[in-house]
């Protein structure tokens, strides 16, 4: 019985020590913590937007008189040029209106004629005669003058005769200032001169009116709507007709305004069609309006085609990839492992794309920058200087390092100082600063330590899920 009490104390206190170590090797066992092996890769930063075709420029063609159509002689995707006749209304009235006019210009014209011929003749033969009339009642009161003195006639013989006189001089003034009338200067020639002009610049309005009738192209283009047919009543102030100008195609885009620091005139951009997914071609910034629509909370943005393939249409939306800053060579960690001031918003995680799409990300990232997009602040175009907090796995503790920034992407950041190409980094929720740890590289970080700095760009592209 005692022998039997000491061997059960002995395996009783074997136990005991067996728990004990094994008590004590579980509260020193580091945890296991994701991490990233730091290298050096191309870093590209990008924003993906949607975007239209446009031609620089778009009128709307209408009717300035209001009328009947007789013809509509052009159809939707119609080329044409200028002068191009796309309408005809109907002119009956407006030609009659035309003859009346002229008919009052010639008749206008024919008496302005009558006056500068047969008007000054008559004019100048009136007054040869009042001249001759006059001469003769002067003459008669002369004798009557002398008769009266003598004795020979009464005094009221001499006041006929010097009312002769009169009547006679009265006439000869109406006759010269008939001639006068008739003259270049003259009243008569200048209010027949009013009367023709009136009378042309009528014939000139009803022509103007009859040539209204016919709608025309205004320059080179094509037809982009048609919305009027043969009888129906148009009136002025409604589109008839929409016309893309001949001249080179654009590309227009609202992009979130968050991220106009980023795009600057002459970058360029990779775009394609969702009908045509494999025909990429290449654009160019080429101006961004001065304007914030304050509604949407965009920015138009205008994209050069050098030479655009020939299935654009107008109108046609397309998805456009803005390269907005680049990096050949940098280190790169993960947003997700930047912690103190520097770290995104969510400590610990990586920055959420804008409404409208998922974050892409390869050697750089991609951003969604459409017209009202939600979630975070973009990063800027010069992110250099900010500093943040990383934690390091080094002889199997955690140990904490200040690093400064670069360039940011949504997933990605460039480490300017602070860090060296093999430091492995921890990722997402970690022990603290002191605390015993077990770095697990995840895959692409394994990878790019394996392939080293040649594949580093496609080693991150496989860790982000591009």
């Known amino acids: 019985m005692p022998a039997m009490s000491r061997r059960t104390v002995w395996i009783v206190g074997v136990l005991a020590l067996l728990l004990a170590g094994l008590a004590a090797w579980w509260a020193l066992r580091a945890p296991a913590t994701a991490a990233w092996v730091v290298q050096a890769a191309p870093l590209v930063r990008t924003l993906q937007f949607s975007a239209r075709v446009a031609t620089a420029s778009r009128v709307d063609v209408g009717a300035t008189v209001t009328g009947r159509v007789a013809q509509v002689l052009v159809r939707e995707g119609a080329l044409v040029k200028a002068g191009d006749t796309l309408l005809q209304l109907e002119d009956a009235e407006l030609r009659a209106a035309v003859a009346q006019a002229v008919a009052t210009e010639q008749q206008s014209a024919a008496r302005l004629a009558g006056l500068r011929s047969t008007g000054r003749s008559g004019a100048q033969a009136g007054v040869a005669q009042a001249d001759s009339v006059l001469l003769a009642a002067q003459a008669e009161l002369r004798r009557t003058q002398d008769l009266v003195a003598r004795g020979f006639l009464s005094a009221a013989r001499l006041d006929e005769a010097q009312r002769a006189v009169s009547v006679a001089q009265a006439q000869q003034s109406a006759a010269r200032a008939q001639v006068s009338a008739n003259e270049d200067r003259g009243t008569d020639v200048l209010q027949a001169q009013a009367q023709v002009s009136v ?268």
Do not use: C, H
């Open 199 to 466: 009378a042309q610049a009528a014939t000139q309005a009803a022509r103007s009116r009859l040539a209204q009738t016919v709608i025309s192209a205004p320059a080179d283009g094509r037809v982009l709507t048609r919305a009027v047919e043969p009888g129906q009543i148009v009136q002025p102030g409604r589109a008839l007709f929409t016309l893309a100008l001949a001249g080179p195609l654009q590309l227009l885009a609202p992009v979130d305004e968050r991220y106009l620091q980023q795009l600057q005139p002459g970058q360029t951009a990779q775009v394609r069609a969702d009908a045509f997914p494999d025909q990429r071609f290449t654009a160019q910034v080429q101006s961004i309006a001065p304007l914030v629509d304050a509604q949407r909370g965009s920015v138009d943005v205008k994209f050069a085609v050098a030479q655009p393939p020939a299935y654009l249409r107008e109108d046609m939306t397309l998805s456009v990839e803005v390269e907005t800053a680049r990096r050949a060579s940098a280190l790169v960690v993960p947003l997700s492992a930047l912690r103190g001031d520097g770290a995104p918003a969510g400590a610990g995680g990586s920055v959420p794309a804008g409404a409208g799409g998922s974050t892409a990300a390869g050697a750089g990232g991609s951003a969604p920058a459409g017209a009202g997009a939600a979630g975070s602040a973009a990063p800027s175009a010069t992110d250099a200087g900010d500093k943040a907090t990383v934690w390091l796995a080094q002889d199997g503790r955690v140990r904490a390092r200040t690093v400064t920034l670069g360039l940011r992407t949504l997933d990605m950041a460039e480490v300017l100082q602070g860090l060296a190409t093999g430091d492995t980094v921890l990722l997402g929720a970690a022990p603290a600063p002191g605390a015993r740890v077990k770095a697990e590289p995840v895959a692409g970080a394994a990878r790019s330590a394996k392939d080293g700095a040649g594949n580093a760009g496609s080693a991150l592209t496989n860790a982000m899920g591009r």
